[in-house]
């Protein structure tokens, strides 16, 4: 086994609330052509929706594209309680004073970052109709409480995720919010790419990454005996690592591959037979 990687620091948090590029590129490998596209969008200043299962590389891909824009970065973890002040901004006090306080989508517009809403589906309604103006021609941002209507800074560009295949019925995004976007669709890579990616993010050698690797795409052919959600590409790292620092393989696999993906016996039990198969 090779030692743990040490871990990279691609983007630095300054006082500004935004974070800035690091010298060194986030490790990140094009699946396809959406580097590319993604660079064109940022030209013609247009939004991006990513579309693609959890953990199969959405978020990394967007600090690289960052990176490689030259782009400060505002990611927002969405949530059911996310309300439209919690990205806008809100008045508070301070020092006795009340002072406006932009929230982090505020701040990408005026400072012209990449503004990413990860999971925006599970954002409120009323909190998603705020991003309309921001993501078709008029890219405009209403601050009602100040009175200001901001035009988005050059460079700005709105991108949010989206798992189609997680979401429930009635999360679902309103064709209005669809059609302002350019669709990126992202998936798991190819069992090569993946144990590269794999080797490379936990320091794992590579037989033991392609094993995992193998594991996990036998276990996603169960995705339709009940498996709610299949083992991401997140999920081989994190077993990965602690092979890495020398938890034996099989035990890594059953705490960090097969215990987070369900809590059925049954299914569990079938999972640890195929990883004991596999391994």
């Avoid at 309300?83 to 002072?99: F, I, M």
């Avoid at 929230?103 to 990860?118: E, F, I, Q, W």
Wanted: hydrophobic letters at 40%; a negative charge; aromatic letters at 6%.
């Amino acid at each position: 086994m090779t030692q743990a990687a040490a871990p990279r620091i691609h983007l630095r948090a300054n006082a500004d609330g935004l974070s800035h590029p690091g010298a060194q590129a986030p490790y990140y490998m094009p699946a396809g052509d959406e580097v590319r596209i993604f660079k064109a969008c940022h030209e013609q200043g247009l939004a991006v929706m990513l579309k693609g299962p959890t953990g199969c590389g959405k978020t990394r891909f967007v600090e690289y594209m960052a990176w490689e824009l030259g782009r400060p970065l505002v990611t927002v973890a969405c949530h059911d309680d996310l309300s439209a002040s919690d990205l806008l901004g809100r008045y508070v006090v301070h020092g006795g004073e009340t002072e406006w306080r932009d929230g982090p989508l505020t701040r990408a517009v005026r400072n012209g970052a990449l503004c990413y809403l990860d999971e925006v589906v599970e954002a409120r309604q009323d909190t998603i109709v705020v991003i309309h103006p921001l993501a078709d021609e008029r890219r405009l941002l209403p601050l009602d409480k100040t009175g200001e209507l901001l035009e988005a800074a050059r460079g700005f560009q709105l991108v949010i995720s989206y798992n189609p295949g997680y979401q429930h019925v009635l999360k679902d995004l309103k064709p209005s919010t669809r059609q302002r976007f350019v669709v990126l669709e992202l998936d798991f890579p190819t069992a090569e790419r993946e144990a590269e990616i794999v080797a490379h993010e936990s320091g794992l050698d590579a037989p033991s990454a392609a094993s995992l690797v193998k594991l996990a795409h036998r276990v996603r052919n169960l995705r339709d005996r009940g498996l709610a959600e299949v083992p991401s590409t997140r999920l081989l790292v994190a077993t990965g690592r602690l092979v890495a620092a020398g938890v034996p393989l099989r035990d890594a696999c059953r705490t960090a591959f097969v215990a987070p993906l369900s809590d059925d016996p049954t299914l569990l039990a079938g999972i640890a037979d195929l990883a004991e198969a596999t391994l």
